[in-house]
């Protein structure tokens, strides 16, 4: 039966009208997506150590989040890099690492998230820890690894005052026993986040507690941090797995509630 020209004109009405309806419903979607997550579309600014930098895995946790949360990152993290000032690469060296409170500074204008991670190096270099002060007029001693932190906080609060801010205490990377030594770093770098009221996320507790990565498990060490140059891992720098497991994951929520 040969179909009238009417016909025609309302089937292909009909299939251009499907297919705009499933397209706005696509868009609908998607833009219901983005403004579920408050991630999406934001800067971020990730600064500290190698962990932050992404020694065994580059761009580290900062560049998987961002390309899993649609926000443009950046990086000034440096390998080796401390919270105090002045800490030698070793004993008998005459150059000294790179420091975060640098790293702070510089931004043309503010991120609207600033993750700041370090105090391991601190830990493993015996930077003086210095001490808590009392204050939050600026002139600390960052010669000290409690110093150095005050002066990035101080520094972000006088010239990002808008930027949401967060600490990372990193996982525990010791294959050996060096909790004993590490607690006083440990519990200082809470301190200063607290007198600041800067939130932190604590994934050296949280790694034991819930993630269940162990670096003193060779099986485990080696499914996290394994690389080419690290066959076994070193239990310090994480692979892509490794950062998924215990970085991303956790940190991309904490971030959502800063």
Avoid at 83 to 95: P, T
Avoid at 108 to 114: C, H, T
Avoid at 133 to 144: L, M, Q, R
């Amino acid at each position: 039966m040969k179909k009238s020209w009417g016909d025609i004109m309302y089937k292909t009405i009909s299939v251009l009208m499907a297919a705009l309806l499933t397209t706005s419903c696509y868009v609908e979607y998607g833009e219901s997506n983005v403004s579920n997550n408050p991630l999406s579309g934001k800067t971020v600014a990730f600064i500290g150590d190698s962990i932050s930098y992404g020694t065994n895995y580059n761009g580290g946790y900062g560049k998987l989040i961002g390309e899993e949360n649609n926000m443009t990152v950046m990086n000034p993290s440096k390998g080796g890099a401390t919270l105090a000032r002045n800490i030698k690469w070793s004993a008998d060296s005459d150059g000294f690492r790179p420091c975060i409170i640098d790293m702070a500074n510089g931004f043309d204008a503010g991120p609207d998230y600033i993750i700041i991670e370090g105090g391991v190096n601190d830990f493993w270099n015996h930077a003086p820890l210095g001490e808590l002060t009392a204050d939050f007029n600026g002139g600390y001693d960052e010669n000290t690894m409690a110093g150095g932190l005050e002066s990035i906080f101080f520094n972000i609060r006088n010239n990002y005052a808008e930027s949401k801010t967060g600490f990372v205490i990193i996982h525990d990377p010791f294959t050996y026993d060096a909790e004993e030594g590490f607690a006083p770093y440990y519990e200082m770098m809470k301190s200063v986040c607290e007198k600041w009221s800067v939130p932190y996320i604590d994934l050296y507790s949280r790694n034991n507690q819930e993630i269940g990565v162990n670096v003193k498990d060779s099986e485990q060490k080696k499914l996290y941090f394994e690389t080419e140059n690290a066959p076994g891992g070193d239990g310090c720098h994480p692979n892509e797995l490794g950062y998924q497991t215990i970085y991303v994951s956790p940190m991309t929520e904490w971030m959502k509630n800063l």
